[in-house]
C-alpha cells in the first residue's frame, strides 16, 4: 500500500518539476518583490531635484535679500546637516581634488578637532561640528561657479539634500528688484508652468507672528520640501524669539532639549543591554516569513485542487483508481504536491538569502543588520515546519472539496469560505508582531486553521515552549482529522458526476465507518 501511496506521490512531484512554467513560476516570485523593494531605493535616487524661491518679506527690493536676512538664516540652518557631513569629510584621510581641495586648506587648523576621529569608531559618537565651521563651508559654496557647484553636488554623498533641493535666488530670476506682491505672483507663474517646484513667503515679524509664511505649490502629495524647509525656519526662529528675551544661550539650550528614551532590552537575568537593529528586524522578519508561508500554502493547496478536478473533469481519475485505491491516490496526490511546494519554498528561501548577500555586496557600508533575522536558521526551520504542516491541513480540506466539483468553477464557489478563513492571519499580522504575546494572538494560535501563520508571526516574541508543544498537537491532530474525513468525501466524490452533493449528503459521508 505505501509503496502505491509513493508511486502516486512521485508522479504528482515529477509532472509538476518537470515542466518549464514550475521553474518560471519559481523564479517569477523572487524577482517581483526584489524589483519591488529596489523600485523604491532606484526611484528615490531617480527623483528629481526640486527647485525654489525665497521671498524675504522682511527685506526690502532695493537690497535684495541681504546676507542678514531671515531667509539666509533659514537657508543656512536648512544646509548645516549637508555642511556638518562635508566638514567630516574634509577632515579624513581621503585626498581631495579641485574645488574640495580649496576649502579643507583654507579652513585649515578648523577642522583640526575632526581629524582622527571621524569614523574610526562606530561605537563613538563623532564630535559635533562648530556652527562657525558649518557657515564657513556654506558661504564657501556659495560663491562658487554654478557649474562647479553642481559638479560637487553630484561627486559628493554628503551633500544629501543639496542633491534633492536646489535654491533659485530671486537676483538669478530676475525678480529681486520687485515689490514682494509682484515677486509672488511671477513666481505663482513660474510654479504653474513647472519652471519651480515651489516657493516660499517669509513672514516681516517672525517675533511677532507667522501667519504670513507660506508655502505654494501645485504637488499636493510630496511634501519632503516643505517639511524639510519648516524644520529649518522653525529652529532659526525659535532663536531668533530666545534672543529677543534676553534668555542666555545655555538656558535656552537646556529648554529646547528633547527627552528621547534610549531603547533597551531586559536579559533572563534581568540584566539590559542597547537594542540593536537586529533586534528590531527580528520582531518585525515574521511577517514577511507569515506572508511568503501564507502564498506558499495557497499556491500549493490550490495546485491540488486545480489537479484533483482537472483529472476528475478528463476521467484519469477513473484509470488510476483502477491500480490504486482511493485513499491511496488522495495521500498521493497531497504529499506529491506537498514535495512540490517544499521545493518551491526552498527555493524561495535559498533566493531570499542569495538576495541578502547582493545586498549586502553591492550596498557595501549600509547597516542590513535588521536583514539578519532573515538568515536564523530557526525561522528557516519553523518556515518549513509550518508550511507542510498548514499545506497537509488546507490540502486535506482542499482535496475534499475538489472531489465532489466537477469544474473549477464550481471548485472556486467552494473556495470562498476558505480564503475568507485565510484573510484573518494576513488583517492581523501588525498586530500580532506588536503584542506577540498578546490574548488575541494566543487564543488565535489555538485555531488549527491559523496556528501555522499566527505561531510563525509570533516567533518574534517569542511564545512560551509549552505553547509551541500544545499548539502543535492540536495541528496535528487537525491534520489528522482532516485526512480521515477528507478520504470518507474523496472515496465517494471523486466517481460522482452531474450536480455537487448538497452537504446533508457529505455529513451523511462523514458519519459512515
Known sequence: ?????????????????????????????????????????????????????????????????????????????????????????????????????EIAKDLGDQLAPLRGKAGDDPTVTPPEVPDDVREKLFERLQKLPADSLQRLMQEQQAMATAKRYQRRSLAELGLAELPPAEQRQRLGQMVQKGELFAFFVVGAAPNERLDDFLYVSNNYTDNSLRDWYGTA???????????????????????????????????????????????????????????????????????????????????????????????????????????????????????????????????????????????????????????????????????????????????????????????IPLVSMMFIVQEPNGLVAKVLSYVPLFTPFIMMNRAGGPPEVYEYVITTLLLLASVWLAFRFAGKIFRVGVLMTGNPPKLKEILGWLRQS
Do not use: H
Open 1 to 101: 500500500m505505501a509503496n502505491k501511496t509513493l508511486l502516486v506521490a512521485q508522479r504528482e512531484y515529477l509532472e509538476n518539476v518537470r515542466t518549464k512554467t514550475f521553474w518560471i513560476g519559481i523564479l517569477a516570485f523572487p524577482i517581483l518583490i526584489a524589483i519591488s523593494l529596489g523600485a523604491g531605493y532606484v526611484l528615490a535616487k531617480l527623483k528629481q531635484t526640486q527647485a525654489y524661491a525665497v521671498v524675504d518679506l522682511g527685506n526690502s527690493p532695493a537690497d535684495g535679500a541681504a546676507a542678514s536676512g531671515l531667509a539666509e538664516r533659514i537657508e543656512k540652518q536648512a544646509r548645516s546637516g549637508d555642511m556638518a557631513a562635508l566638514a567630516r569629510l574634509l577632515a579624513s584621510d581621503q585626498e581631495m581634488s579641485g574645488a574640495m581641495a
Open 233 to 423: 525656519a522653525t529652529k532659526v526662529v525659535q532663536r531668533l524669539r530666545i534672543a529677543e528675551a534676553k534668555i542666555p544661550a545655555s538656558v535656552a539650550q537646556r529648554l529646547r532639549e528633547e527627552v528621547a528614551f534610549r531603547a533597551e532590552k531586559a536579559g533572563k537575568d534581568g540584566k539590559t543591554s542597547p537594542v540593536t537593529a537586529a533586534d528590531k528586524g527580528s520582531g518585525f522578519a515574521p511577517m514577511a516569513f507569515v506572508y511568503l508561508l501564507w502564498i506558499a500554502v495557497i499556491t500549493a493547496a490550490q495546485m491540488l485542487l486545480t489537479n484533483t478536478v482537472e483529472e476528475k473533469s478528463n476521467r484519469i481519475i477513473e484509470v488510476l483508481l483502477s491500480s490504486v485505491s482511493p485513499g491511496q491516490l488522495m495521500q498521493g496526490k497531497i504529499w506529491g504536491i506537498g514535495a512540490t511546494g517544499l521545493t518551491l519554498t526552498i527555493s524561495w528561501a535559498l533566493c531570499a538569502l542569495l538576495g541578502i548577500w547582493v545586498a549586502e555586496w553591492l550596498l557595501a557600508g549600509t547597516d542590513l543588520t535588521a536583514l539578519a533575522a532573515a538568515k536564523d536558521p530557526l525561522y528557516l526551520a519553523s518556515f518549513i515546519v509550518y508550511f507542510l504542516l498548514g499545506y497537509l491541513l488546507y490540502a486535506a480540506i482542499l482535496v475534499g472539496l475538489g472531489s465532489v466539483t466537477n469544474s473549477l468553477k464550481e471548485a472556486q464557489n467552494l473556495l470562498q469560505p476558505v480564503f475568507v478563513l485565510l484573510i
